[in-house]
């Protein structure tokens, strides 16, 4: 599946925050005991290809690991796109917190929430994926998430 260069403005600010983080943690820092010659934070992507240059051949010298991803879906029950997705309890399907308010009003039933367990208090917002609503444009209905693999029940997590 192909979704384009398209690169929006939060996620591009998303991006170099993290590898500006990631290339920190691989340069020599400032008052750091080392024989190289240490960088300073405002020259960190100065030395951005020895850090690439670092992470390839590290990649290369790993075994090979199965990269795991989930499609996350992006749109309700009705078709659209969450405003408020919320969890509810002793169930792993994501809700419009509209659509659920309004179910809680009629005295309509959840499959696999008690009646007990659906209150208005009890109602989690799914903070994980409003932040991914809020890094993608609206055009997107599904998302692949990574599973790292500390997270998948029989499989040892690697070490990078």
């Known amino acids: 599946m192909h979704y384009g260069c398209i690169i929006f ?3 591009k600010i998303a991006i170099f925050e993290g ?10 820092r400032p008052g750091q005991r080392t024989e190289e010659k240490p960088i300073d934070d405002i ?11 670092y992470l390839i051949a590290a990649s290369e010298n790993e075994s090979e690991v ?20 919320v969890n509810v309890p002793g169930t792993p399907v994501v ?15 959840i499959p696999n929430c008690s009646e007990e367990d659906l209150q208005e ?3 989690r917002r799914d903070i994980a994926l409003e932040k ?5 444009p609206p055009s997107f209905k599904t998302y692949f998430f990574w599973i790292s693999h500390a997270d998948i029940p029989g499989k040892k997590s690697v070490a990078i």
């Open 9 to 11: 403005h939060p996620l």
């Open 19 to 28: 590898l500006y983080v990631l290339f920190r943690e691989l340069l020599p």
């Open 43 to 53: 020259d960190v992507f100065e030395f951005s290809t020895h850090c690439w240059a």
């Open 66 to 85: 199965d990269e795991n991803y989930a499609p996350i879906k992006l749109t309700s029950e009705e078709g659209l796109r969450f405003c408020e997705p």
């Open 95 to 109: 809700f419009e917190r509209a659509h659920v308010l309004q179910k809680i009003r009629d005295g309509e039933r």
């Open 121 to 123: 208090s009890s109602l």
């Open 132 to 136: 991914i609503l809020l890094s993608l």
